[in-house]
């Protein structure tokens, strides 16, 4: 795979600053080591995300003054007080999904589009939906930007899925609910996976969904905390 050439001088949307849209050997060397230490060393494999994560520039999505942690062991703060998650937790999400390259997945919680990316990179079609317009618009410019087109967008509440494309083979949930929610297992294909962190607002399980048949067989991945998931699933009062 080749990298990601820069393209211009400033990179689009990229959260109201003016960050250079540019990937030196220091960023690639950053990202390498990412890859190596936190990734690989923890026992991921999977030939092409482990490829896809070696090439896609993390700090394109962060803010730019943040550029010399964007690689390092932890989420980071992005805007509208979401975050991006730590590079592992997105590695584990990913090759959770198990989905096959000719295969479509849908993302619930666009973000920053970080995710978004890596699976544009490894699937053939992505449809992902964010709650916040300007978040939604502002990682649709950048995927652009990184001459990633085969991804559809949708502003709304994720957690009724996205009915009109679906079924899908793999759905990826990156914001936290208490419960899972139907419309999502009704919009999993035979075969397909849903990932979705499940439990209280302070912790949950990152849980894998598989679909066979009418059966839905659940496992227990790691403990993680993600931001909220909005809307009826997600944690009201009296619920955390
Ligand atoms: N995957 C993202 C991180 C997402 S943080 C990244 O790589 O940057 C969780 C995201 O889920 C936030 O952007 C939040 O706005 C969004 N979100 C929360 N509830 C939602 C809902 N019901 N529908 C769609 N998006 C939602």
């Not at 009724?160 to 208490?178: M, N, Q, R, S």
């Not at 993600?226 to 997600?234: M, N, W």
Request: include cysteine; glycine fraction near 8%; charge should be neutral.
């Amino acid at each position: 795979m080749d990298d990601f050439a820069p393209q211009s001088a400033t990179a689009p949307g990229s959260q109201g600053q003016a960050a250079v849209w540019f990937d030196s050997p220091e960023d690639r060397r950053r990202r390498h080591d990412m890859v190596r230490q936190q990734i690989l060393a923890r026992g991921i494999r999977q030939p092409r995300l482990i490829r896809a994560m070696a090439r896609l520039p993390r700090h394109f999505f962060t803010h730019s003054h943040e550029r010399l942690v964007a690689y390092d062991d932890h989420a980071m703060p992005s805007d509208h007080g979401q975050t991006i998650s730590q590079p592992l937790i997105v590695a584990v999400m990913t090759a959770a999904l198990d989905a096959r390259p000719q295969q479509r997945i849908l993302e619930i919680g666009t973000g920053t589009g970080y995710q978004t990316a890596l699976l544009a990179m490894l699937y053939a079609q992505i449809f992902t939906v964010e709650h916040v317009r300007e978040l939604s618009v502002a990682a649709q410019e950048r995927l652009q930007h990184l001459g990633l087109n085969n991804i559809s967008y949708c502003v709304g509440d994720g957690s009724k899925g996205w009915e009109a494309h679906g079924p899908y083979d793999g759905i990826l949930v990156t914001a936290g609910a208490v419960v899972v929610p139907e419309p999502l297992l009704a919009q999993l294909a035979d075969g397909g996976r849903l990932i979705i962190p499940i439990g209280k607002q302070k912790l949950q399980m990152l849980k894998q969904f598989e679909r066979c048949g009418q059966e839905i067989r659940s496992t227990d991945i790691l403990e993680c905390r993600f931001v909220p998931l909005v809307g009826e699933y997600g944690w009201q009062l009296g619920r955390s």
